[in-house]
């Protein structure tokens, strides 16, 4: 079983480091121990060949080189850092990931003002590779632009250009325009659609090949100081865990749909790598993060928190009743290929983020996705008859009208599947966040601040850690501070200053949903996001 010791003058920023008008860190972060020895039970060399077919493990030689930064995870925000990173001329970098292989799996991100500016200032060609294979921009292209002149959908769904919400009569409450140039005037940037697997290729592509290594699951972080660096464990060919942080449940059949399910019988290969920094952009199930809170003050936190909503989705309702389609079609679509329900009276009252919100698809099929506030033992374990129950529950008890109710009857058991969602806070009740930095390790992502997608900013916010990040490492690089303990964690503290309070008002909207209460909120909201000069902020770090 693998151990790891973190010492706290190595792991945690000295307090002195901190300024002591920044009320989210404080003298009490500083852990005053000589050492701290935790073991990863979760994650135990002995656990992974039990749940695995292997027989007897390999342990590779350790690699003698040491990265200047190592990247856990191959996400879209992990491969955006590394691609920032090497746009900086830091190329002695690598990026692990656990999945065995990467599959064309994955939902539709939205790309908002904010993700594609942060996104353009870690790398202009990186932007361009994002927005050319996304699917959204094929229908409203920027005038003159050659790139994405012969792009071509090839099977994926058209994008509607008007995202409608509507109160439970029917009534249009506002519009948000799916149009690239509209967002382009309004924003000075436009927003995309495009599916995971895109964009995770796209970013991909700009890396080469043997910096980007799949099948290496990261189970232990281990501080060297002698050496001046981290040692980071991995283990292969043991197929990825299923992530029960991030994944649907299929009702029916009560099993999980996890992007990254293999099993192998393949003998298991042990591997160490060592890097001067590490970035871990390993997803809100983070083993680093576990790894790095674990027997520590933040141990409460070291797991993701359920966040007190999910989702019950059913991607397809078929044989709908001439009669009850052609309501639908009058009351709320009109049109509409995509608009969101909800009892917009209470917009603005704190009953209103409790209240479920009903997002209505309609395109060649017909489906929908019901984001509820419930207790989490009500969905887990549940077949397909109780989430459906479950759903027509939540509708009655919120008053929505009947059409929408006997739309929901009608779904399919075999088709219904429910999504938890977790959440890393970046504000606690304690008043004494967990940092996201220690010693030579930062979090990013959702690693860090992990949250519900209520405001489609999880990738986005990624992307503004990235450039952040890279911007900072990129000092330490030129000024030759690798060894420089005081230097990493002055620029990590910095990070952590310029994020969290954002991230505090992100997840804010997000958990409230009160951009919603009125035009002038929603406004606001957008102005404050999607308005954010970032070659401002970056020539302040620089």
């Not at 009351?331 to 608009?339: N, Q, R, T």
Request: proline content about 5%; hydrophobic content about 35%; charged content about 20%.
């Amino acid at each position: 079983m693998f151990e790891s010791k973190l010492s706290d003058n190595r792991c945690l920023t000295d307090a002195s480091c901190r300024e002591s008008n920044i009320r989210w860190l404080s003298t009490s972060d500083t852990i005053h121990s000589t050492l701290i020895q935790h073991r990863i039970t979760a994650y135990s060399y002995m656990n992974i060949l039990q749940n695995q077919s292997a027989t007897h493990p390999v342990t590779e030689k350790p690699v003698n080189k040491v990265y200047d930064v190592v990247i856990v995870g191959a996400g879209p925000v992990g491969l955006a850092t590394a691609i920032g990173l090497r746009k900086r001329g830091i190329e002695n970098i690598l990026v692990i990931d656990q999945a065995r292989a990467f599959r064309q799996v994955g939902q539709v991100v939205d790309l908002l003002p904010n993700g594609l500016k942060a996104l353009k200032s870690v790398d202009p060609d990186a932007y361009e590779a994002v927005k050319t294979a996304s699917f959204t921009f094929v229908n409203s292209p920027q005038s003159g632009d050659a790139k994405t002149s012969d792009v071509t959908e090839k099977n994926l769904p058209k994008a509607s250009q008007e995202w409608v919400y509507k109160n439970l009569q029917g009534e249009k409450i506002r519009s948000i325009s799916l149009s690239f140039d509209t967002w382009l005037k309004n924003y000075g940037e436009g927003r995309v659609s495009i599916s995971w697997y895109n964009l995770q290729a796209a970013l991909k592509k700009l890396l080469p090949e043997d910096q980007v290594k799949p099948n290496h699951r990261c189970i232990n972080v281990v501080d060297e100081p002698e050496l001046g660096c981290v040692r980071l464990d991995c283990i292969s060919n043991v197929g990825a865990e299923a992530n029960p942080y991030a994944h649907w449940a299929d009702g029916q059949k009560n099993s999980e749909i996890s992007q990254n399910l293999d099993t192998t019988s393949e003998q298991s290969i042990t591997k160490s790598f060592h890097a001067k920094l590490v970035v871990a952009a390993d997803g809100i199930n983070s083993t680093v993060r576990r790894v790095l809170y674990t027997d520590s003050p933040y141990q409460a936190v070291a797991k993701p928190e359920y966040s007190g909503f999910a989702a019950i989705f059913c991607p397809e309702i078929p044989n709908i009743p001439d009669e009850l389609r052609s309501r639908l079609e009058k009351k709320f679509f009109a049109d509409s290929a995509i608009l969101t329900v909800s009892n917009y009276e209470l917009a603005g009252d704190t009953a209103f983020s409790e209240c479920p919100r009903m997002m209505l698809i309609h395109r060649q099929k017909i489906g929908y996705l019901l984001h509820i506030s419930v207790p989490l033992q009500s969905l887990q374990n549940k077949s397909g008859n109780e989430l459906l129950e479950l759903a027509v529950q939540a509708l009655e008890k919120a008053s929505y009208p009947d059409e929408l109710k006997q739309l929901v009857r009608l779904s399919p058991v075999e088709n219904m599947l429910q999504r938890p969602y977790y959440i890393h806070r970046a504000v606690v009740t304690d008043n004494n966040p967990p940092a996201w930095s220690l010693g030579r390790v930062i979090l990013v992502g959702d690693a860090a601040h992990g949250m519900p997608p209520f405001m489609a900013q999880g990738a986005n916010q990624g992307f503004e850690d990235a450039i952040i990040v890279t911007t900072l490492i990129n000092k330490i690089a030129k000024e030759n501070n690798w060894h420089n303990q005081q230097a990493i964690s002055t620029a990590f503290d910095k990070y952590e200053r310029i994020r969290r309070p954002f991230m505090e008002y992100i997840q804010q909207a997000t958990l409230t949903q009160f951009p919603s209460s009125s035009n002038e909120q929603w406004q606001a909201y957008s102005q404050k996001v999607y308005t954010r000069n970032f070659d401002q902020l970056i020539a302040e770090l620089s």
